[in-house]
């Protein structure tokens, strides 16, 4: 079992930046690929970014790539998203996500595991 906490989310202005952290419990965090997902109201949920185990492989979305930044830390069980130069279109609650496969996919179906979510508000 794994639990995930987001935290990091916050009102930001359009232009601005914001980092966003999941931690993760148990000590098989460095097993599993990690992933970035978010959902604005009436929207479907939508792949961000995805992170291997190792950290060496990594995947965008298209919209994010160039802007957003996944890292992880296994030291510290934790996962990162540097978001930069965000837009009003980027407001969404983003949620971390683990899967045990260590596949890097966009798919949420793949993913075993699921965080709250912190909520990303960005101001025009």
């Known amino acids: 079992q794994v639990q995930l906490v987001e935290s990091g989310g916050g009102l930001v202005q359009a232009g601005g930046s914001l980092r966003l952290s999941c931690a993760a419990s148990?000590?098989?965090?460095?097993?599993?690929?990690m992933g970035w997902f978010r959902q604005a109201p009436g929207k479907e949920r939508e792949f961000v970014a995805g992170?291997?185990?190792?950290?060496?492989?990594?995947n965008y979305a298209a919209s994010m790539k160039g802007r957003f930044t996944i890292s992880r830390d296994n030291a510290k069980n934790t996962v990162y998203l540097q978001m930069n130069s965000l837009k009003p279109e980027d407001t969404a609650i983003y949620s971390c996500?683990?899967?045990?496969?260590?596949?890097?996919?966009?798919?949420?179906?793949?993913?075993?595991?699921w965080g709250q979510g912190t909520q990303v508000t960005v101001s025009s």
């Open positions: 992170i291997s185990s190792s950290g060496g492989d990594t």
């Open positions: 996500a683990a899967q045990f496969r260590n596949i890097v996919t966009p798919d949420g179906n793949r993913y075993d595991y």
């Open positions: 148990g000590r098989t965090f460095s097993r599993y690929a």
